[in-house]
Each structure stands twice: as C-alpha cells, then as structure tokens.
C-alpha cells in the first residue's frame, strides 16, 4: 500500500538536500556562459586555429557522457596535487560541459541574425565593439533566451549524476532516505515532484524573462 504519511515526510529532507542541487546547476549555468561566450567568439572568429579549437572542445564535450567528464576531473585533480572539495569539481564539471552547448546556442543565434544590419551599421561608421553590443548582443540574447532556460533546465536534471562524487544533492537524498525508510515508492515520488516544482518555476521565470525582453 502506498503510504501518504511516507510520502509527505519525505518532502522536508528532500527540500533540504534540493538546496545543492539549485546551486550546482545555477553556478554550473553561469560558469557555462562566460566560458561558452568566449568558446562562441572562438568558433567566430576569422583565426583558424581558434575556430579549430572551439570545434574540439565542443565535439568532445558534447561526444563525452557529463557522468565520465565529472569522474575524469574528480579523479584527475588528486593525480597532479590538486584537491578540490567535490562540490568544486561539480560545479567546474558541470560548467564546462554546458559550455559546449551554451557556445552553439549562441553561435546558431548569432548566425541567425541577417547580416545586412552589421553591414549597414559598418556603413554608418559604427565602431565594432559598438556593433556588438548595440545591435549583435541583444538580439542575439533575445533569440537564444529559450534554449538557455531549456539547458538551465537540463543541467538541473543532470545534476543528479553528481552524487557519484559524494554529494548530498537531492538524488542521494532520496537514495538514502529510501534505504532508511524501506518505501523507495514514495520517498522517489516526492523527489520527483521537487524536481517537477523547481523545473516549471524555472520555465515560469524563463517566459517572463522572454516576456520582458520582447518589449
């Protein structure tokens, strides 16, 4: 028999441990977009090496499982005397691998642009720089809006291979809180129903971020 009382005790440890979760997916997001921008300006750029570079970082981060990326970097940093705190190297892991994506978001937004508005800048003596921020960025930021909420979303769902390294996120939460309480049914459920929670509020914020930027 599925036990209500179970289920909704679950709910206050779970709630608890769903706090590492937010805050290796929300650092992992930031960490990814200034990396992914400077990965995009790479793949942009007119220096065939740098563009040959972007291309082998996105291809491997993107042909690599998240899970083998954060094991080889867990374990790599002891190797060479480097110990980092596992929450650290979650978070760098998780970074770096949405950087691949955030980078071809970006990419594809900018692509998306028609070029006769740069040219048309370019004829009316606008610096470069100003080109970009004036006129490239914020279109190019209003494009790629909904596909970034969409990968904010993924890496929430992601961070869950993280408690491979130990971390008390809200996945190992309702690992263990299953084990204690012999009722993996309900305890699995109320994880579930957190992850559905911070997931349409996510959305929720997305659409209203899109909302604003559209005026």
Known sequence: MF???TFLDSFGPL???ARYTLLISVLGIGLGLVIGALVCAAALSSVVWLRRIA???VSFLRGVPLLVQ???FYYLLPVIGIDVPAIFAAVVTVGICASAYISEIWRGAINALPK???EAA???G???PDIWTRIVLPQ???LSLPALINELILLVKASSLVSVVGILELTRASQAQAATTFRPLEVYLAAACIYLIINLCLAAFGRYLEHRMAV
Request: charge should be neutral; avoid cysteine; charged fraction near 0%.
């Open 116 to 118: 006769g508005q740069t």
């Open 126 to 128: 606008m610096a470069p």
């Open 55 to 57: 291309g082998l970082w």
């Open 3 to 5: 036990s209500i009382p």
């Open 122 to 124: 370019t004829a009316i």
């Open 15 to 17: 709630f608890w441990a």
């Open 70 to 72: 954060l094991l080889l």
């Open 140 to 142: 190019a930021i209003t």
